[in-house]
């Protein structure tokens, strides 16, 4: 089973930035995609950003310019920075991962972590 470890998060003025974390725990696992998703207050889950093993980012439109995912595929670690966030960023976000398991494929998120935006 992949578990994933969020870090980061917590709560930052408006046009401030803050960098989430992300680590698996586990064995025998080959994970391809990992990002970003959160889900804000009342609002359904939405991707944030994705990279694939190849390095390959996507982002949703709206954080475009301002947060940048990095991976390192040697620590399978993956990292957001956000940088001028605005109010609408206020959510919980999710580390995903999705891979092989042995041979068996899998997706999976971490339990969340706050990111609040406010002054």
């Known amino acids: 089973q992949v578990q994933l470890v969020e870090s980061g998060g917590g709560l930052v003025q408006p046009g401030g930035s803050l960098r989430l974390s992300c680590a698996p725990s586990g064995s025998s696992f080959v994970i391809n995609s990992m990002g970003w998703y959160r889900r804000a207050p009342g609002k359904q889950r939405e991707m944030v950003a994705l990279?694939?093993?190849?390095?390959?980012?996507n982002y949703v439109d709206s954080v475009k310019g301002r947060f940048t995912i990095s991976r390192d595929n040697a620590k399978n670690t993956v990292a957001l920075q956000m940088n001028s966030l605005k109010f609408e960023d206020t959510a919980v976000y999710y580390c995903?991962?999705?891979?092989?398991?042995?041979?068996?494929?899998?997706?999976?998120w971490g339990q969340g972590t706050q990111v609040t935006v406010s002054s």
């Open positions: 990279v694939s093993s190849g390095g390959n980012t």
């Open positions: 995903y991962a999705a891979g092989t398991l042995g041979l068996k494929p899998f997706n999976t």
